[in-house]
């Protein structure tokens, strides 16, 4: 029972720990779509928090990914994944559960959830989706941020 107890004191105060980091994002996406907000931790360089925003009438399911900005040798780069996230009921989760998000709801989370700082660059999330009824991903990606 004490175990328990000092469990659920070191859950807390982690989440405590990660609140205070959080940015202001948007809540709001466009009608008939699925939003992706970015934005860089408080006080965790390296961090940043994604809210993605359901706005579709059906459930969408998938993945989240980081991505960074990988400058090319002779001229242009591209977008390179980083590390692929599944959201299930809320919670980010290292790839291995899934994304679920209900119509109208969000759901937002620090990235990396590892809470290990990412090197410095250019930086996008990008979640992958399906809604209930279809067999294509869709996906949209946030605005970039730049980090330190």
Request: aromatic share 6%; net charge positive.
């Amino acid at each position: 029972m004490l175990l328990l107890l000092l469990l659920g004191r070191a859950v807390r105060a982690q989440e405590q720990q990660l609140s205070a980091s959080r940015p202001s994002l948007p809540d709001q996406g466009e009608t008939e779509a699925v939003a992706v907000f970015i934005g860089k931790a408080l006080d965790r360089p390296g961090v940043v928090w994604v809210r993605v925003r359901n706005c579709v009438q059906e459930h969408i399911a998938g993945e989240l990914h980081l991505q960074r900005w990988k400058k090319g040798m002779l001229w242009g780069g591209e977008w390179r994944a980083v590390e692929p996230y599944r959201l299930h009921g809320g919670a980010l989760m290292p790839v291995g559960a899934g994304l679920l998000i209900p119509p109208g709801e969000g759901s937002e989370t620090p990235v990396p959830v590892s809470g290990q700082s990412v090197a410095p660059g250019r930086y996008r999330v990008c979640p992958q989706y399906r809604m209930s009824r279809q067999d294509q991903s869709q996906g949209v990606c946030s605005a970039e941020v730049s980090l330190p």
